[in-house]
């Protein structure tokens, strides 16, 4: 309680009062949710109509509908639109659950999941394996076939992120202002490394990866969900569970060590979370900005910075936008597509601009 | 009078018994069905069979012949998305070795479309296999042999006018210079084959790719002739322009002012055209325009 009442006086944009309640704004997402979920499974560039949908879906658990359907939309919507639909979701809330997660671990409204290195991990994992895949990686390829390079992004995430973990601890305390500048080293790092691999691509590589980094939900399939699901589902579900801690780490660390919270294991719990969250969802679907770092921002307008409801409507509202823009990088330009970090950063940018300068108009 | 009427009337009936036929006979004959073309040089290929009726999309490379830009677009052929591709419901994908991403392909192929790869080989013997191959699939067999013909009688001519001419040329092929260091092609490139066709060296032999090269580079280069492309010499604001960036004056090419322009498409795509292309760069190349190319061509 005393961690609410300290809150609502802790900074010139907490006065503002909620606009919502946080079950109320939470329930209105979730609904948004279902309705633009059943939306993006309903169109596409191959015409399903929504009972034909219903009738697939009803085939599958072996009850006939009326609605006749050909095979060939029953394999577009089980095989391509679903398992797109599931990953959008899961990628999309971990994203913006690890964005809320982050800005409340460093206190800083600005903090985003790639500052420690997860993302530039799994970009330097990804650039090597397009690039060295026939020279370094011959044997492995065999074995892991199409999936090489989720594996490869995930594996380079989590160990750039641990190293980043690694020299920012001291082995008694996880100092956060470290983190931030091991995180900000390493990522400069990572990122030289994957410029040189760029240097040393072909024009063909090259073009893989410059796609790669732009960001894609294109080509997602079961198998590639069922790699990243445990990763994500473990960042969505656990992080709202640490809501109650980061609430007390935003008085200040010996703050929350006084009201009883474990302090040094929470700060490694919400980097090892934000890590496997965004990790697996950089490695299948590429780099898609601004989700992790807009979406907490509007919310805690709307929510005031209560980590209670900030967690789980950042999940939600993270999946409702990313199968939004998802929907529009499918459909703009059919039967062609458009890659989705793109839709995000046009639809995001502005947005974010227009934030900050509300904020400056109101006297912050 | 009468005659002719029945004449008339039994053509007529033939005709009316050929379209019957044809409409019973055209789908089921198997053949190729509707195809998705992606590839440039491919569905350039396509067209020249008289397949194009078939063409049911094309990916953004596809850009010869002009007609073919109206059929409706799968985007890059890099980026394909397997839900746009089917909804043109298409039989065949005629997909460049490029051609991706590659758990794209695979949704294809388990959704019953079949997918035929052709490789990339920048070759006479590369154009004259993606001819054999698609004339396959289209059942144009003779249509086939006679365009791979055409495309050998001008690397023929290409070969006979390289055995006439004595020297070898230093050519440096850029494919940027506008913006920042510019990239010259090395081994490995399309230009890099064209240039060997061409009768020439390349001044950027030792580099892997295409990779910026430095000024200083580029002069300890000393390339006799500088290729631009047409987007590069564009961007720079053209020739004059480009003979007055630093270094240029200092090789053998910036000072006899021997700097030409390419057209990429028709002279890197390695399609139809590439023979006559790679024919007329190297005439340019060798500054000694018809006497050789004439004796060369002469048939």
Excluded at chain 1, 173 to 196: E, F, Y
Excluded at chain 1, 241 to 258: K, S, T, Y
Excluded at chain 2, 79 to 107: F, I, K
Excluded at chain 2, 215 to 225: G, K, R
Aim: charge should be neutral; charged fraction near 15%.
């Amino acid at each position: 309680m005393t961690v609410h009442a300290v809150m609502a006086t802790a900074g010139p944009r907490l006065r503002l009062k909620p606009a919502l309640s946080r079950a109320g704004l939470c329930w209105l997402l979730a609904l948004l949710l279902v309705i633009a979920a059943l939306a993006a499974l309903g169109s596409g560039a191959v015409v399903i109509s929504a009972g034909q949908a219903v009738a697939i879906v009803a085939d599958r658990l072996g009850i006939a509908l009326p609605w006749p359907f050909g095979a060939d939309q029953q394999a577009v919507l089980l095989a391509i639109r679903a398992p797109r639909l599931v990953l959008g979701l899961l990628v999309g809330g971990a994203l913006a659950a690890s964005g809320a997660a982050m800005q409340g671990l460093f206190r800083n409204p600005l903090a985003d999941p790639a500052l420690i290195g997860v993302s530039s991990g799994a970009a330097l994992a990804a650039a090597a394996v397009i690039v060295l895949r026939d020279s370094l990686f011959g044997a492995v390829a065999g074995a892991f076939g199409a999936y090489l390079l989720p594996v490869a992004a995930i594996v380079g995430g989590f160990a750039v992120s641990w190293l980043v973990y690694r020299l920012a601890d001291s082995g008694e305390r996880l100092d956060v202002a470290s983190l931030l500048l091991s995180g900000i080293a390493i990522n400069a790092l990572a990122g030289s490394a994957t410029g040189l691999l760029v240097y040393l691509a072909d024009d063909d590589q090259l073009r893989s990866l410059t796609f790669w980094s732009l960001g894609s939900l294109n080509g997602a399939g079961w198998d590639g969900v069922a790699i990243g699901a445990p990763f994500l589902l473990a960042s969505l579900l656990l992080l709202p569970w640490l809501a109650d801690a980061l609430n007390a780490l935003l008085l200040g660390e010996a703050e929350a060590g006084h009201l009883g919270f474990p302090v040094e294991r929470i700060k490694t719990g919400v980097v090892a979370l934000v890590a496997l969250g965004v990790g697996a969802a950089v490695a299948l679907s590429g780099v898609i900005g601004f989700i992790g770092l807009v979406v907490p921002h509007l919310l805690r307008l709307a929510l005031g910075p209560d980590h209670r409801g900030l967690l789980p409507a950042s999940a939600l509202l993270g999946a409702l936008l990313l199968i939004c823009a998802d929907y529009l990088a499918r459909t703009l330009a059919a039967p062609a597509e458009i890659p989705i970090g793109i839709v995000t950063g046009l639809l995001g940018s502005p947005f974010f601009l227009w934030l900050l300068f509300r904020q400056k108009l109101m006297g912050h | 009078m009468k005659q002719t009427t029945s004449l008339s009337h039994k053509l007529a009936q033939a005709a009316c018994a050929a379209v019957l036929w044809l409409s019973a006979v055209v789908p089921a004959a198997a053949g190729p069905g509707r195809i998705v073309s992606v590839g440039g040089a491919l569905t350039e290929i396509v067209y020249a069979l008289d397949g194009a009726e078939h063409l049911v999309g094309v990916d953004s490379t596809s850009l010869m012949p002009a007609t073919a830009q109206a059929l409706p677009q799968v985007g890059y052929m890099r980026t394909l998305s397997a839900e746009g591709v089917l909804s043109l419901r298409p039989d065949l994908l005629l997909a460049s070795a490029h051609a991706g991403p590659p758990a794209v392909l695979e949704q294809l192929r388990a959704a019953g479309v079949r997918i035929e790869t052709l490789a990339e080989d920048y070759s006479a013997a590369g154009i004259a296999a993606k001819i054999g191959a698609i004339a396959g699939l289209l059942d144009k067999p003779e249509q086939g042999r006679e365009l791979a013909g055409q495309v050998q009688a001008d690397f023929d001519r290409l070969a006979q006018w390289r055995a006439q001419s004595r020297e070898q040329p230093k050519v440096l092929f850029l494919m940027a210079a506008a913006h920042g260091a510019p990239l010259a092609s090395g081994r490995g490139t399309a230009a890099d084959a064209v240039l060997a066709l061409a009768g020439a060296r390349n001044a950027a032999g030792e580099l892997q790719g295409n990779k910026p090269i430095g000024t200083e580079a580029m002069i300890a280069a000393a390339p006799d002739v500088i290729l631009l492309t047409d987007v590069v010499a564009n961007a720079i604001g053209g020739l004059e322009a480009f003979y007055r960036q630093p270094g240029i004056a200092q090789t053998p090419a910036g000072r006899q002012r021997k700097v030409f322009v390419v057209d990429t498409l028709a002279l890197l795509g390695f399609g139809l055209h590439s023979g006559q292309a790679v024919l007329e760069l190297a005439k340019r190349l060798h500054d000694e325009p018809a006497v050789a190319a004439d004796a060369g061509a002469g048939r």
